[in-house]
């Protein structure tokens, strides 16, 4: 039976996948734990009142209940020290829900599975009262219990402490979901890996990136193992260079304080990027089985060296004074909840290189900043020129694209003789680009599939330890240098391309840029 909107409804249905995945041996040790979806499951979002909350949780939460996808005895309950009713809550959250006409009678059975408590996150007593509240609603079943942590790091220790010694569920399971930033750098990130291992197993924490719940990126396994047509070009002989970029067309719109003790490096690259980068470059895995695909990962990441300071361009953006947009004639200097004089970049490329058999000399070139020209994210592969030419330089070379938002697409620039009596060339391109292709399909959203893959117990596309570590082995020397060194990057004008620097250097390193290529729209008939 399907859901209004076309999307599967039944829970086991989407289960399915996460079956598939377990090994047969798993599967019994599995089955009547993570899948008796009998049991109360209660999903408690610490940092209620935040944005994050308000923005991405609830919605999702919403999202998931309408379409069917939870289990049907699932509860929901609200944590912070806001003093709020589920009514507040519900108003505070409304415009954010993307309510439709016709369910409003399942809007409202959702509101009437909430509840809210109220306290601090450093006093044991109100999470003993939290506990006493989910204990109440548990009605004495073996309930599993899923704990959201959408708070800033800093109150991260305390609140597992506290959820440890006493919100854990007594008779079901307890999954921990944390964001990021998981630390500032590699010895902060480890204190907070042994903190984490000291109160729970591997496998009841979910490091959330949300890059790795994006359609395309969960595409880049299926691309690459599932296509022989790619597989035997996936090397240093055919593969020019790499390059993988985000874009946002916005500055820190008056978020400057947060984004500042960060900055794009920490918010961007070494997370959503260096995860696409590790899918795109390992090995094949085993078996589609979460651990084997993270070995994958972990084991390439560990084959990339730190990145040296002469390998990156820095930019922060400065204002554009002939800009019609007001916010667009504002500098990142300008936001008055950022820094005097702060040096934080706010656009970073960086030259990364792959010491094994696959990959040794290709630069995979990660680029990413705010108030850029357009938003935009993108896997670039570009391969070599064609040896033995006899087109006269004219033949320009082959890409496939693999965009993830906005407008998820795959495609292949091409050349071909142009139409006509003339033996001219010209690029063009194989498009699949999911709006046509699948045009009534609506994709979840990459919080959708991360959550239910929580409850599920489906661990693959979240970060484990060893990766996290590796990850900021290869950025903190970069990071510990720029802030030593108080390193200025390159102004750049809001809504530019970024500095014409990071052009030079992406050029240096084996990616042409040409301009002259002209995506033709198809026409919808």
Same mark, same amino acid.
């Given at each position: 039976?399907?859901?209004?909107n076309?999307?599967?409804?039944?829970?086991?249905?989407?289960?399915?996948?996460?079956?598939?995945?377990?090994?047969?041996?798993?599967?019994?040790?599995?089955?009547?734990?993570?899948?008796?979806?009998?049991?109360?499951?209660?999903?408690?979002?610490?940092?209620?009142?935040?944005?994050?909350?308000?923005?991405?949780?609830?919605?999702?939460?919403?999202?998931?209940?309408?379409?069917?996808? =939870?289990?049907?005895?699932?509860i929901?309950?609200?944590?912070?020290?806001?003093? #709020?009713?589920?009514?507040e809550?519900?108003?505070?959250y409304?415009?954010?829900?993307?309510?439709?006409?016709?369910?409003?009678?399942?809007?409202?059975e959702?509101?009437? =599975?909430?509840?809210?408590v109220?306290?601090?996150?450093d006093?044991r007593?109100?999470?003993?009262?939290?506990?006493?509240?989910?204990?109440?609603?548990?009605?004495?079943?073996?309930?599993?219990? =899923?704990f959201y942590?959408? =708070?800033?790091?800093?109150?991260?220790?305390?609140?597992?402490?506290?959820?440890?010694?006493?919100?854990?569920?007594?008779?079901?399971w307890?999954?921990?979901?944390i964001e990021?930033?998981?630390?500032?750098?590699?010895?902060?990130?480890?204190?907070?890996?042994?903190?984490?291992a000291?109160?729970?197993?591997?496998?009841?924490?979910?490091?959330i990136?949300?890059?790795?719940?994006?359609?395309?990126?969960?595409?880049l396994?299926?691309?690459?193992?599932?296509?022989?047509?790619?597989?035997?070009?996936?090397?240093?002989?055919?593969?020019?260079?790499?390059?993988?970029?985000?874009?946002?067309?916005?500055?820190?719109?008056?978020?400057?304080?947060?984004f500042?003790e960060?900055?794009?490096?920490?918010?961007?690259?070494?997370?959503h990027?260096l995860?696409?980068?590790?899918?795109?470059?390992?090995?094949?895995?085993a078996?589609?089985?979460?651990?084997d695909?993270?070995?994958?990962?972990?084991?390439?990441?560990?084959?990339i060296?730190?990145?040296?300071?002469?390998d990156?361009?820095?930019?922060?953006?400065?204002?554009?004074?002939?800009?019609?947009?007001?916010?667009?004639?504002?500098?990142?200097?300008?936001?008055?909840?950022?820094?005097?004089?702060?040096?934080?970049?706010?656009?970073a490329?960086?030259?990364?290189?792959?010491n094994?058999?696959?990959?040794?000399g290709?630069?995979?070139?990660?680029?990413?900043?705010?108030?850029?020209?357009?938003?935009?994210?993108?896997?670039?592969?570009?391969?070599?020129?064609?040896?033995g030419?006899?087109?006269?330089g004219?033949?320009?070379?082959?890409?496939?694209?693999?965009?993830?938002?906005?407008?998820?697409?795959?495609?292949?620039?091409?050349?071909?003789?142009?139409?006509?009596?003339?033996?001219?060339?010209e690029?063009?391109e194989?498009?699949?680009?999911?709006?046509?292709?699948?045009?009534?399909l609506k994709?979840?959203?990459?919080?959708?599939?991360?959550?239910?893959?929580?409850f599920?117990?489906?661990?693959?596309?979240?970060?484990?330890?060893?990766e996290?570590?590796?990850?900021?082995?290869?950025?903190?020397? #970069?990071?510990?240098?720029?802030?030593?060194?108080k390193?200025?990057?390159?102004s750049?004008?809001?809504?530019?391309?970024?500095?014409?620097?990071?052009?030079?250097?992406?050029?240096?390193n084996n990616?042409?840029?040409?301009?002259?290529?002209?995506?033709?729209r198809?026409?919808?008939?």
């Open positions: 039976m399907a859901s209004p076309g999307r599967r409804s039944s829970t086991e249905d989407s289960l399915v996948y996460i079956r598939r995945s377990l090994k047969s041996e798993e599967m019994d040790h599995l089955e009547g734990t993570h899948f008796d979806f009998s049991f109360p499951h209660v999903f408690i979002t610490l940092g209620a009142s935040g944005d994050l909350a308000k923005k991405k949780i609830y919605p999702t939460l919403w999202w998931l209940f309408r379409d069917n996808l =939870l289990p049907k005895t699932t929901f309950f609200g944590y912070a020290r806001s003093k #709020l009713t589920v009514a809550l519900r108003e505070k409304q415009k954010y829900m993307k309510l439709k006409p016709g369910e409003e009678e399942r809007y409202e959702f509101w009437k =599975l909430n509840h809210y109220a306290g601090s996150y006093t007593k109100d999470f003993e009262l939290l506990n006493q509240e989910l204990e109440r609603h548990e009605n004495g079943k073996n309930a599993h219990r =899923l942590l959408a =708070l800033p790091p800093s109150i991260f220790e305390p609140v597992t402490v506290h959820i440890k010694n006493n919100c854990m569920g007594k008779k079901g307890t999954r921990i979901i990021k930033p998981f630390g500032r750098d590699a010895v902060t990130s480890q204190q907070l890996s042994d903190h984490l000291s109160l729970f197993k591997e496998e009841q924490i979910y490091r990136d949300h890059y790795l719940g994006k359609e395309m990126v969960q595409n396994m299926t691309l690459r193992f599932g296509n022989k047509i790619f597989s035997p070009t996936w090397n240093r002989d055919n593969i020019a260079s790499v390059q993988i970029t985000f874009k946002e067309p916005f500055g820190t719109q008056g978020r400057g304080g947060y500042d960060f900055g794009i490096i920490r918010d961007v690259m070494q997370n990027l995860q696409i980068l590790s899918l795109f470059a390992m090995e094949k895995p078996s589609c089985h979460p651990d695909i993270r070995n994958e990962k972990v084991k390439v990441l560990k084959c060296t730190p990145v040296d300071v002469d990156v361009v820095l930019g922060q953006y400065v204002g554009n004074p002939e800009a019609v947009d007001p916010d667009e004639r504002l500098g990142y200097l300008q936001d008055t909840t950022v820094p005097e004089n702060s040096n934080t970049p706010t656009y490329l960086a030259v990364l290189r792959i094994n058999e696959r990959w040794d290709v630069p995979f070139i990660l680029r990413c900043g705010k108030a850029l020209n357009e938003r935009k994210a993108e896997v670039r592969v570009q391969y070599q020129d064609v040896p030419d006899i087109f006269d004219k033949a320009k070379r082959n890409e496939l694209v693999i965009r993830v938002q906005p407008g998820e697409a795959l495609y292949i620039k091409m050349m071909t003789k142009s139409p006509g009596i003339t033996f001219d060339m690029e063009t194989l498009d699949l680009t999911y709006g046509n292709r699948y045009k009534d994709l979840p959203d990459a919080y959708e599939r991360l959550i239910l893959d929580v599920c117990g489906s661990q693959m596309h979240f970060v484990r330890s060893d996290l570590s590796e990850a900021w082995r290869i950025f903190t020397p #970069l990071l510990h240098r720029i802030e030593n060194e390193i200025r990057p390159i750049y004008k809001h809504g530019s391309r970024g500095p014409k620097e990071a052009d030079e250097m992406a050029k240096h990616f042409m840029y040409y301009g002259s290529y002209k995506w033709v198809p026409q919808h008939h």
